[in-house]
T-cell receptor, first 115, second 115 residues
Framework: ETGVTQSPTHLIKTRGQQVTLRCSSQ?????VSWYQQALGQGPQFIFQYYREEENGRGNFPPRFSGLQFPNYSSELNVNALELDDSALYLC??????????????FGEGSRLTVL | DQQVKQNSPSLSVQEGRISILNCDYT??????FLWYKKYPAEGPTFLISISSIKDKNEDGRFTVFLNKSAKHLSLHIVPSQPGDSAVYFCAATSHGSGNTGKLIFGQGTTLQVKP
C-alpha cells in the first residue's frame, strides 16, 4: 500500500508566476483535499476533489484551482503568485468525500517560496 | 475568525509524566474532533478522534476528553515519551448536510518531552 506522495517537495517562484503542485492519493482513496499551512499556523482547507470534480472550497480566491484525474491523483494550480502564497501545501486523501471518520492521510507537503 | 484555537504554542514535560494539550472551539455545529501529530518534514498523521456524542475516547496512552458545554477538548498523553515530541494539531468538522469533510485546524502546540 503506497501512501500519499507530493511533488515537488520544495520550489521557489517569483511574484506573478504560476505554479503546479502534484499529488498521488493513497491506494484505494478516491478523494483528495488540499490544505495551505502558513508558517506558525495550522493547515487551512483550500478545496476537495471527488470523482474529478471540485467538491467544496475554502476561503481562497479563484486563482487557486485544481484538477483530479481518473486515477484519483490531483493537481493544485496557483496563478499570479503573491508573496503571501509562500507556505507548505499539503495534499490529503480519504476514503470518501464526507470525510468518513474525518481521517485524512497527508503527504509530506510541497514547500513553496514566493520571492 | 479562528474557529479552533490552541492557545498554548508550546509545552514541555518530563518523560513519564502526563502531557495535556488543550483546544477550544467556537462553532456549535462541529460534531467531530480529531488530533493530528506532525513531525518535521512529514505530513500530519491522524492520532485520535472523538464524536460529539461522547465525552471521552481512549487509545493506548492517548485519551481525548470533550466538554461540549465549554466547547473545549483536551488530549492527554500518559506516560509521555521522547518520541511524542512533535507538533499537535486539534481539528474539527461538521458532518451536517453538504459537508465535504473539511477540517478546521488549530494553530498547533509544540510538545517537547525531555528524557
Amino acid at each position: 500500500e503506497t501512501g500519499v506522495t507530493q511533488s515537488p517537495t520544495h520550489l521557489i517562484k517569483t511574484r506573478g508566476q504560476q505554479v503546479t503542485l502534484r499529488c498521488s492519493s493513497q491506494s484505494g482513496h478516491n478523494t483528495v483535499s488540499w490544505y495551505q499551512q502558513a508558517l506558525g499556523q495550522g493547515p487551512q482547507f483550500i478545496f476537495q476533489y471527488y470523482r474529478e470534480e471540485e467538491n467544496g472550497r475554502g476561503n481562497f480566491p479563484p486563482r487557486f484551482s485544481g484538477l483530479q484525474f481518473p486515477n484519483y491523483s490531483s493537481e493544485l494550480n496557483v496563478n499570479a503568485l503573491e508573496l503571501d502564497d509562500s507556505a507548505l501545501y499539503l495534499c490529503a486523501s480519504s476514503l470518501d468525500p464526507g470525510g468518513g471518520g474525518g481521517e485524512l492521510f497527508f503527504g509530506e507537503g510541497s514547500r513553496l517560496t514566493v520571492l | 475568525d479562528q474557529q479552533v484555537k490552541q492557545n498554548s504554542p508550546s509545552l514541555s514535560v518530563q518523560e513519564g509524566r502526563i502531557s495535556i494539550l488543550n483546544c477550544d472551539y467556537t462553532n456549535s455545529m462541529f460534531d467531530y474532533f480529531l488530533w493530528y501529530k506532525k513531525y518535521p518534514a512529514e505530513g500530519p498523521t491522524f492520532l485520535i478522534s472523538i464524536s460529539s456524542i461522547k465525552d471521552k475516547n481512549e487509545d493506548g496512552r492517548f485519551t481525548v476528553f470533550l466538554n461540549k458545554s465549554a466547547k473545549h477538548l483536551s488530549l492527554h498523553i500518559v506516560p509521555s515519551q521522547p518520541g511524542d515530541s512533535a507538533v499537535y494539531f486539534c481539528a474539527a468538522t461538521s458532518h451536517g448536510s453538504g459537508n465535504t469533510g473539511k477540517l478546521i485546524f488549530g494553530q498547533g502546540t509544540t510538545l517537547q518531552v525531555k528524557p
